[in-house]
């Protein structure tokens, strides 16, 4: 039997999104402003983590539409977070240090409860619990 992944928390420190917390366990999870923005070629993205596209705060509008995505991924048995955009930066604060998120690095950086996801000026915080049943991300 697989061992059920962690939950995920993320919960909006800086920025403006349609909720304040989210929960997960497993599978991929895409951050981005607007809920489903679309790209030059007409592809779809629908954003688990959504950055509200109206707002203009200095820094919720420095979300980018496909701007980062987290995975679970099961060798680690961990979440692991990817850069997608290079117009502005994403990083984590852990401890008190700065870990920079390269551009469209395929390794990514595996994220661990406390953590502060900077996705642009907006900030996220991460907790990461062991997994309490077999429910779906919500």
Do not use: W
């Amino acid at each position: 039997m697989a061992t059920l992944p962690p939950e995920l928390r993320v919960a909006v420190v800086k920025g403006q999104c349609d909720r304040a917390e989210y929960a997960f366990n497993g599978g991929v999870i895409p951050i981005g402003r607007g809920t489903e923005p679309s790209d030059a070629f007409g592809r779809v993205r629908h954003n688990e983590i959504t950055f509200v596209d109206e707002v203009r705060d200095g820094i919720t509008e420095t979300v980018a539409r496909a701007h980062a995505r987290v995975e679970f991924d099961p060798a680690l048995a961990a979440y692991v977070v990817f850069n997608e955009s290079s117009s502005n930066p994403t990083f984590l604060v852990r401890n008190g240090r700065s870990l920079r998120i390269n551009p469209r690095d395929p390794r990514g950086v595996r994220l661990e409860s406390g953590d502060r996801l900077h996705i642009g000026r907006a900030v996220l915080q991460i907790s990461v619990r062991p997994a309490s049943g077999g429910r779906n991300p919500t």
